[in-house]
């Protein structure tokens, strides 16, 4: 088993003969890797991947034998989800709708009320979506034991459905639900047919998508509606996902820790990096001199450590890496 120093010669090596080459061959893609037709709609404007961009992103997972991955919201956009930050296409940018903080969940019924609400709304459109070109691409990676770990920010649980399985949620799942007074976890769906059943005449409609199911609604759409509780306790529901204002589970970070440090290469697919909760294993694997490739439209917060960036769309290149 090769060491992290010699990943890192070896790594530096074929990046340096790939430099030399005054040709660059044709990249085949993966049989299982099926191209679709991507929706764009949320994805900011950019340019194909150089190939020679391609080819180092290439060498520098071939070369890897325990690769971590950490994925962010832009590998879901291709799958129709919005980001929040993209530049003109992102939540912030076309909207002053902006999600609920933790500690307002927690201590006003009314923001619960409002919260549940637009999630009802969100729910059947938000669990529908399906997993694109990357997220199939890392599954494929994973069953020929590329991937040692997935980490991803995303709450849509499309790694899951595209098959993964060697997954971290590092924000949770919008698909379960817990109570924050005993231990219940129950699925999402679950709670869906609580509501209806609870709210039989209350009807909402809305037009925007945020990327935890939150839609848009007004105070008068909200009037009425009714909360569900914890059916075993009476207490308050949350999704499992971690919202704005709260922190990743301890015990969630020092796991993710543990699989970092049996990584020998770390590669981040569709994440600017804003948020210190992946950024903080970005910064880990630098320091312990491990390889790092970034992969996203547009700067991120760790390109200064990275060792290899594209600044191209992840459906774009993630399908012609060759294995």
Known sequence: MKSIETVNMLFRSVRSLSKTRLQILPVRRQSNAVRATPSLHFVPASNPAESQD????????????RLLVISGAGISTESGIPDYRSEGVGLYARSDNRPVQYTDFLKSSRIRQRYWARNYVG????????????????S?????????WLVTQNV???????????????????????????PAIISRKEVQD????????????SQEMAPDADVFLTPEQIQGFIV????????????????????????????????????????????SLQVYSAYRFVSAAHDQRKPIAILNIGPTRGDRLADVKVSARCGDVLPQIQL
């Not at 391609?54 to 034998?65: A, G, K, P, Y």
């Not at 899951?160 to 639900?177: D, F, M, N, P, Y």
């Open 194 to 205: 609580r509501i209806r059943t609870l709210n039989p005449a209350w009807h909402a409609e």
């Open 228 to 271: 569900p509780e914890c059916e075993k306790c009476g207490g308050v529901l949350k999704p499992q996902i971690v919202f704005f204002g709260d922190n990743v589970p301890k015990p969630t970070v020092q796991f993710v820790r543990e699989k970092l440090e049996e990584a020998d290469a770390m590669l981040v697919a569709g994440s």
């Open 123 to 138: 729910w059947p459109v938000f669990s529908s979506f399906s997993p694109n070109v990357s997220h199939k691409t890392l």
């Open 140 to 148: 494929s990676w994973e069953e020929v034991g590329k991937v040692h």
């Open 156 to 182: 849509d649980s499309l790694h899951v459905k595209a098959g993964s399985e060697k997954v971290t949620e590092l924000h949770g799942s919008a698909a379960r639900v817990m109570c924050l007074s005993c």
């Open 54 to 65: 391609i080819q180092e992103l290439q060498d520098f997972v071939r070369t890897s034998e």
